[in-house]
């Protein structure tokens, strides 16, 4: 079965200091990858999506997400962090056999000091 | 051009009782899929919607039900509720069921339910 893990689950930085959240899946086949973030209180926002090409994908907000197939990885990443990225960061993937179904990671949840 | 609106934002039940919640997808989009987010936890696929018919189901019992009409918009429901159904349920919409990089899968805001 398909699964997606976060090894993060909770990561605390100040303000400007670089992000890494980590994302791997399970499935052997072609995915597509994304990553949604979920502001308190609010629905869930794509942040960025990989289905082919350039490995390096950059999304909204200054993220960006680098696909490693042979890592099965998606991480995603920003060099400086702002006090209202403060979120949590879901990575999920979809593979192309199923339809619009989307398998979630465990989430991330980012805390920012200003 | 609206979202993904859902409605109730927030409802409380009681075991044993039936819910429907009901989603109006994006403009322009035709399918709709439901997911199930508990407190603390990440979003769990539990069906997909296109052409007024169930096209994918997680692993959800047959208590857990959908319907989508011709407008394309849907309906979740219920049946025989257990406390362990409470949790924040998410319509998503996306044009035709299969994603593409044109196709982007938008999300509602959710309807909590509470079941005591």
């Known amino acids: 079965a398909q699964s997606v893990s976060q090894h993060n689950h909770h990561v605390i930085l100040s303000e400007a200091a670089s992000l890494e959240l980590g994302c791997n899946y399970s499935y052997g086949g072609t995915v597509n990858l994304f990553w949604y973030v979920q502001y308190p209180g609010q629905h869930l926002q794509l942040l960025l999506k990989?289905?082919?090409?350039?490995?390096l994908v950059k999304g909204i907000k200054g993220f960006e997400a680098e696909f490693i197939k042979s890592k099965f990885s998606f991480n995603l990443r920003k060099p400086s962090v702002q006090w209202s990225d403060t979120a949590e960061y879901f990575c999920a993937v979809n593979a192309n056999n199923q339809g619009g179904k989307l398998i979630f990671g465990q989430g991330t949840e980012l805390s920012v000091k200003p | 051009d609206a979202g993904v609106t859902q409605s109730p934002t927030h409802l409380i039940k009681t075991r044993g009782q039936q819910v429907t919640l009901r989603c109006s997808p994006k403009s322009g989009h035709d399918t709709v899929s439901w997911y199930q987010q508990a407190l603390g936890q990440e979003p769990q696929f539990i069906f997909q919607y296109y052409e007024e018919e169930e096209r994918q189901r997680g692993n959800f019992p047959d208590r857990f039900s959908g319907h989508q009409f011709p407008n394309y918009s849907s309906e979740l429901n219920v049946n025989a509720l257990l406390l362990g159904d409470s949790a924040l349920y998410l319509c998503?919409?996306?044009?035709?069921?299969?994603?593409?990089?044109?196709?982007?899968?938008?999300f509602g805001e959710g309807s909590w339910l509470t079941v005591v």
């Open positions: 998503a919409s996306s044009l035709r069921m299969d994603l593409r990089p044109e196709n982007t899968i938008y």
């Open positions: 990989y289905f082919s090409g350039d490995p």
